[in-house]
Structures are given as structure tokens and as C-alpha cells.
């Protein structure tokens, strides 16, 4: 049964997830968590060059994350 609800769930919610490149709810981003998170946690991300990524393509940043609560990447983003 679980097998044929997530693969409802791919055909019906997520079937465009793949060409918008995420999914994002605006529900959970708006949770109070991740301020407070980011505030015990801060972090900074920093480019060398403003132009060393275009807007117009996506990219795949890779975290090694340290601890048991690594918080690091999500707190970035």
C-alpha cells in the first residue's frame, strides 16, 4: 500500500518538481523555526566573485557536514 501511495503521490503532487527544480512549500518556509535556527547557528556563505554564478542556470553545492547536528547547509540557504 505504501508502494502505490508514494508512487500516486510522484504521479499526481510531484510530477513537476523535476522541471521547476524543487519543492518548495511557502507553509514551511515561513515557520519560525528557521530563524531561531539560524540564530543559534550562524553562518555565512561567501563568493569570491558576485559573477561566478549566473541566475539563469542551477547548481549543486556540496556540504560536508561535521556533528550530529549539522545545521550548516540548511541554515545558509
Known amino acids: 500500500i505504501a ?3 508514494y508512487y500516486g503521490w510522484i504521479l499526481v503532487i510531484d510530477r513537476k518538481a523535476p522541471s ?3 519543492r518548495r512549500s511557502s ?3 515561513s515557520w ?3 530563524a531561531k535556527t539560524g540564530q543559534l547557528f550562524p ?3 561567501s563568493v569570491q ?3 561566478a554564478f549566473s541566475s539563469k542556470q542551477s547548481y ?3 556540504v560536508h557536514p561535521h ?3 549539522s545545521f550548516g547547509a540548511l541554515c545558509t540557504f
Open 3 to 5: 508502494t502505490i501511495a
Open 20 to 22: 521547476k527544480g524543487n
Open 27 to 29: 507553509w514551511i518556509c
Open 32 to 34: 519560525k523555526l528557521w
Open 43 to 45: 553562518v555565512t556563505f
Open 49 to 51: 566573485s558576485p559573477d
Open 60 to 62: 549543486v553545492f556540496c
Open 67 to 69: 556533528g550530529i547536528l
